[in-house]
């Protein structure tokens, strides 16, 4: 049984940094993370494949955050920099069985989610 599990989300001050992790058990393709806001859609952070190594961001999203990972033991990190009000949100991980894509209905498996909260 495919299983995502993430951790690192808490209550910060705005101007904050913050890490988020996520393993995975199973063979992966890609792992990534995805953000929603209350009433907004998944919105696409940031990914890594592991076969190549290569990662890749949403749009504005490659200042402030930055993914790492370690194929090894199927985890990945989320780095946040200078979290700022409108960035609360609940951040999930993806995996990717045989591919990945910006859109959350191109991810196969979602971890439960952890809660950013920023206070100003």
């Known amino acids: 049984q495919v299983q995502l599990v993430e951790s690192g989300g808490e209550l910060v001050q705005a101007g904050d940094s913050l890490r988020l992790s996520c393993t995975a058990s199973g063979r992966t393709f890609s792992m990534g993370w995805f953000r929603q806001a209350p009433g907004k859609e998944r919105e696409f952070v940031s990914a890594?494949?592991?076969?190549?190594?290569?990662?890749y961001y949403g749009e504005f999203m490659k200042d402030q955050f930055t993914i790492s990972g370690d194929n090894a033991q199927k985890t990945i990190f989320l780095q946040m920099t200078n979290l700022k009000p409108d960035d609360p949100a609940v951040y999930f991980c993806?995996?990717?069985?045989?591919?990945?894509?910006?859109?959350?209905?191109?991810?196969?498996?979602w971890g439960q989610g952890t809660q950013v909260t920023v206070s100003s």
């Open positions: 993806g995996r990717g069985t045989s591919g990945w894509g910006r859109r959350a209905v191109s991810w196969d498996y």
């Open positions: 890594i494949i592991w076969s190549t190594g290569n990662t």
